[in-house]
């Protein structure tokens, strides 16, 4: 599906039409630049490269750098492919050529719902508490010792006399893929190359964003 990347600035408030309050996320979106386009005929698939981000030309590849000259674009730090790739425009559906810059408004509207795919902020090593939303021992009475936290018992009996696969315990936490879907555009700045959605977006600030036309 058609998409674009960018990068999250923050998150702020905005009123609607109506006077409400509404919390948004910002993005910076684009513009990217089209690195490879895909066909049925040369891949097996159809699908769009695009790249994002200026990279130093001493920090990138030898064959990343051929990948960009023979774009004709300069270096890039973030490359994706959005398959089944096709924008808007004011005589119909286009599609993308090579070295081609796709800016936001070229593929989102006001009202539309978009998913917001990022990687999640890394939280290292957590206790069962932060990770599962245990609810701890709660009752420091009765002999309990420092255990307000702790799972509790994850063993079986004599039988099977081992500890369960997929057991809920302690361990590392966030820096994962995270997808959340349908958040409604509410306002586009073209010429910031900005994209305002209602709601929370996965990531820290200036994490890395693909932005997807929700189904």
Same mark, same amino acid.
């Given at each position: 599906m058609s998409?674009?990347?960018?990068?999250?600035?923050?998150?702020?408030?905005?009123?609607?039409?109506?006077?409400?309050?509404?919390?948004?996320?910002?993005? #910076?979106?684009?513009?990217?630049?089209v690195?490879?386009?895909?066909? #049925?005929? !040369?891949?097996?698939?159809?699908?769009?490269?695009?790249?994002?981000?200026?990279?130093?030309?001493?920090?990138?590849?030898?064959? =990343?750098?051929?990948?960009?000259?023979?774009?004709?674009? #300069?270096?890039?730090?973030?490359?994706?492919e959005?398959?089944?790739?096709?924008?808007?425009?004011?005589?119909?559906?286009?599609?993308?050529?090579?070295?081609?810059?796709?800016?936001?408004?070229?593929?989102?509207?006001?009202?539309?719902?978009?998913?917001?795919?990022?990687?999640?902020?890394?939280k290292?090593?957590?206790?069962?508490?932060?990770?599962?939303?245990?609810?701890?021992?709660?009752?420091? !009475?009765?002999?309990?010792h420092?255990?307000?936290?702790?799972?509790?018992?994850?063993?079986?009996?004599?039988?099977?006399?081992?500890?369960?696969? *997929?057991?809920?315990? *302690?361990?590392?936490?966030? *820096?994962?893929?995270v997808?959340?879907?349908? =958040?409604?555009?509410v306002?586009?700045?073209?010429?910031?190359?900005? =994209?305002?959605?209602r709601?929370?977006?996965?990531?820290? !600030?200036?994490?890395?964003? #693909?932005?997807?036309?929700?189904?």
């Amino acid at each position: 599906m058609s998409g674009i990347l960018g990068r999250k600035v923050g998150m702020t408030t905005i009123f609607d039409d109506d006077g409400r309050s509404v919390v948004c996320t910002v993005i #910076e979106a684009g513009p990217c630049a089209v690195t490879q386009v895909k066909t #049925e005929e !040369t891949d097996g698939y159809s699908a769009v490269q695009l790249a994002f981000g200026n990279k130093k030309a001493k920090r990138t590849t030898k064959a =990343l750098k051929g990948h960009f000259e023979k774009a004709g674009v #300069e270096q890039r730090r973030h490359v994706v492919e959005f398959r089944d790739f096709v924008f808007h425009k004011a005589a119909g559906d286009v599609q993308a050529e090579l070295g081609q810059q796709i800016a936001v408004g070229d593929l989102f509207e006001v009202g539309e719902f978009v998913d917001v795919a990022g990687t999640s902020k890394g939280k290292g090593f957590q206790g069962v508490v932060k990770r599962h939303g245990f609810a701890g021992v709660n009752d420091a !009475t009765h002999g309990q010792h420092n255990r307000q936290r702790a799972p509790g018992s994850i063993g079986q009996a004599s039988y099977p006399g081992k500890v369960m696969k *997929g057991q809920k315990m *302690g361990g590392r936490t966030g *820096g994962n893929r995270v997808t959340v879907q349908n =958040l409604n555009v509410v306002r586009i700045l073209a010429d910031q190359n900005l =994209l305002i959605v209602r709601g929370a977006v996965p990531g820290p !600030t200036n994490g890395v964003l #693909e932005i997807h036309k929700a189904d």
